[in-house]
């Protein structure tokens, strides 16, 4: 019905086609725009490697802290922000940022920061902490996540995604639970899970190509394969 009237049928956070939209325009954005809209997320999520010696995070501080009464450690939280289009289909404003975080075992909740459009947004994004330092391969980690929400909302409306969403990853974190919970779906959050036509597909812009990092890479030294290539993708 949703595609045969000119009337939003579904609510905002399930609608594959308004998610879309946001995806396409997320892909997009220039530098500049990605540090203006998600700058401060991107921060956030950099602050939780401040203590890795393989994670370059320069000047990096944490924007927002974490609250005082979660449990479980640092690393244990998920952060949000929302994603509001103008009339062309670009960015135009996003929310402050989201921490959802545990208060008691099973039992997760979230306290924003910042203002936010009076308006339903178009879309949000659900990623955890990365030692992603760039702009560009955390732009496309969460072009990936609205990605993997499609995948969400095609499977929880009972339908199975087109092949472009045939996607291994954390989507929405509402239906992590129901994945986990109930045996009718498999682990589509899980990247490493072996689910008949689907695949983990990030691919994030690197800053050295992906022939680049083929050369660097050899299964005869003795080095892992993480520490061959970290100084590659974790440093400015």
């Known amino acids: 019905m949703d595609q045969e009237t000119e009337h939003d049928t579904l609510p905002w956070d399930i609608d594959a086609e308004r998610f879309e939209t946001v995806r396409q325009a997320l892909q997009e954005l220039s530098i500049g725009n990605i540090e203006t809209y998600f700058g401060e997320l991107l921060e956030q999520s950099l602050s ?20 005082a009464e979660m449990i479980g450690g640092d690393d244990a939280v998920m952060y949000k922000q929302e994603i509001y289009l103008d ?12 921490i959802m975080y545990y208060v008691a075992r099973g039992d997760r909740t979230t306290v924003w920061h910042g203002d936010a459009p009076d308006r339903e947004p178009d879309a949000r994004v659900e990623v955890f902490p990365a030692p992603l330092v760039d702009p560009a391969p955390f732009r496309d980690y ?15 409306m009972g339908m199975e995604p087109p092949e472009a969403y045939k996607v291994l990853g954390h989507g929405q974190y509402r239906f992590t639970g129901k994945y986990d919970s109930f045996d009718l779906y498999p682990p589509y959050y899980d990247f490493s899970a072996e689910i008949p036509g689907y695949s983990h597909e990030f691919r994030p812009d690197l800053p050295i190509t992906w022939d680049e990092l083929g050369s660097i890479v050899s299964s005869e030294r003795e080095q892992s394969l993480f520490d061959q290539i970290k100084g590659s993708l974790f440093s400015r």
């Open 142 to 156: 969460l072009v990936y996540n609205l990605r993997c929400q499609i995948r969400d909302c095609y499977l929880m």
């Open 48 to 67: 939780h490697y401040a203590d890795d010696p393989d994670v370059d995070i320069g000047n990096t501080t944490r924007p927002q802290s974490l609250p």
């Open 87 to 98: 009339e062309d289909d670009r960015i135009e404003a996003t929310s402050g940022i989201g």
